[in-house]
């Protein structure tokens, strides 16, 4: 049943009263995630969607006793809205807010290791599982219940594959994004272990792109694992020193080339598919059911 | 965002870093002023990108007359595309010994990483790439901060004489590091001198997500890339000619990968990010159609938060004004109404990105 959310997933939004926040807890419930709850500091009382919003994520708690929280707000209060949630004993926090100073983040990544929550992003689409829960705000229509599992540092190329998969009949187990950002809470060999342990997940489809060397880090795990890997490197015209959209995705000190990337997989024997509809290629070859 | 030398100097004067003296000059004589006053200095070009000394924009001066031709010279030159606009006199400082000092962000980690060489004076990566043995790191753990224990042995392993001015001036750049939310603090060369330890030059990179608590204010430059970050979305120009306008940053590369696939060359990296509207849509088309080499434009959207319709409703509004070839792809909310509205005014649609890249390909070579 997909990995760490299910259908019974209790989840609360903070920042439920802002635009995004609402129209995507909105859609989540379209979704048929069972949002509890909202919080939003100072707006405790009022209900959005139909769902309570709370001034704090301790009273929220106290009331609904939720699994997750999906963070919308500002960046320049997302760490203090993580530290909350985690306070709180939130089992798993998605946040979807981009902008957060890196030094924040690593303060947040440092403080969870103490605690028993995990986090998931920042600036990252979230989590779906088709059929199930959807905590984040990928769109509703793209998905079906399958048995691939998608994993991604972005966003709008993450909706671009599971939708190509689904128009050709390929459904996902999950697809998860752990965000664009240079520090997350969740790594790609985080999500690989936990579709390795998924007995609905029977191969998997990596995206990776250019900064940083999240995606050779991965390399020995794959190797390991049980099920195939396909990978797919996006960012082979970046030029070296700017930043491509997203804060993780840039070129320094000669680290992070795509082209270094994809050598790194192919030299260990991973499939690198060189365009989404080779990533479907690649999975009506295999016999992966 | 990147400081000038002088910027990052005038920080670490604030912290009691040791530097040379000098003063910031934008014209010859102000120039030859200052080395009638200080005597031996260097003349060093202000500019934010590095290989300054390779391209000759850094010179020594010890009179009037050599003041006078340098900064001329360095005055009119550009590197790397980067005018010189500002010049940067110190008194000069006889090295003995060069080495580096450098912290930076360790992704693995997540945390802090103080680097240190004894071979400064180079480029660091040039020294990463040859001699890694070279090269000392120590990572900080982010809540507890850099330990004593950790800034002296960082120290010994450059100097063990001189280890208490390099403790000293770790510690106060590691501070610079955490106060100014940077994402590189740099010295390079550290310098011994006849005087003491001395920081030669000084880089630092501020993360720009964290502007809005601090107050480093970025020059004008009116640049496509400022343009589009005013206007909340993200542009790199690139040398081709095939002009770029995707929503999300993944996307984007993938369709650039996709063009140079192809066999065209990308003119530039845009992302409009997610729940563009018809106005942001707008300006990206504005933007990237005011570079002159752009011959074709493709436009991707796959909508979630962006709505196809709200896309293609910026389009029509600027696409008289463009005088060159569109192709559009649009996929996911609301695609039907986006793709009904472009119809009517016989502009290319593509049902993928990967169609839609083979089309702006041909619509920038329409000779082949």
Redesign the interface.
Known sequence: MGILINKDTKVIVQGISGKEGSLQAKWMIEFGTKIVGGVTPGKGGIEVQKVPVFDSVREAVDVNKPDASVIFVPPQFAADAIFEAADNGIALIVCITEGIPVHDMMRVCSYLKTTSSRLLGPNCPGITVPGASKIGIMPNPIHMSGNIGVVSRSGTLTYEIVDLLSRNGIGQSASVGIGGDPVNGTSFVDVLQLFENDPETHAVVMVGEIGGTAEEESIDFIKGMSKPVITYIVGVSAPPGKTMGHAGAIISMGVGTAAEKIKAFEDAGIIVARSPSDIVQHIKKMDYS | MKLYEYAAKEIFLKYDIPIPKGSLVSDVNSAVDTVKRMGDVVLKAQVLTGGRGKAGGIARAKDANEATSNAQRILGMEIKGFPVKKLLVEEYRQPLKEMYLGIT?D??A???VIMVSPSGGID??EV??NSPDKIIKMNV???SGLHDYQARTLANSLDRAKSREIIDIIKKLYRIF?DN?C?LAEINPLAETEKGIIALDAKMII????L??HDFKGEETNSLEEVAQKNGM?Y?G?DGDIGCI?????????T??????YGGK?AN?M?VR??ANAEQVKAALSIVSSNRNVKAIIINI????TKCDEAARGIIEIFPLIRKPIIVRL???NEKEGRAMLGKYGIHMAA???EAAKGVVELGNPDK
């Open positions: 962000i992704r693995q997540k945390c802090p660091i990566e990463a790439r753990h982010p809540l955490i939310d994402q993360d720009d997500n964290a809005f608590r993200s790199v690139l995707v929503n999300g940053a993944g996307l984007a590369m993938a650039l990968d996709m063009v140079t696939q990308p990296f992302d997610a729940g796959f909508g979630g938060l996929s996911g909310t993928s990105t990967e």
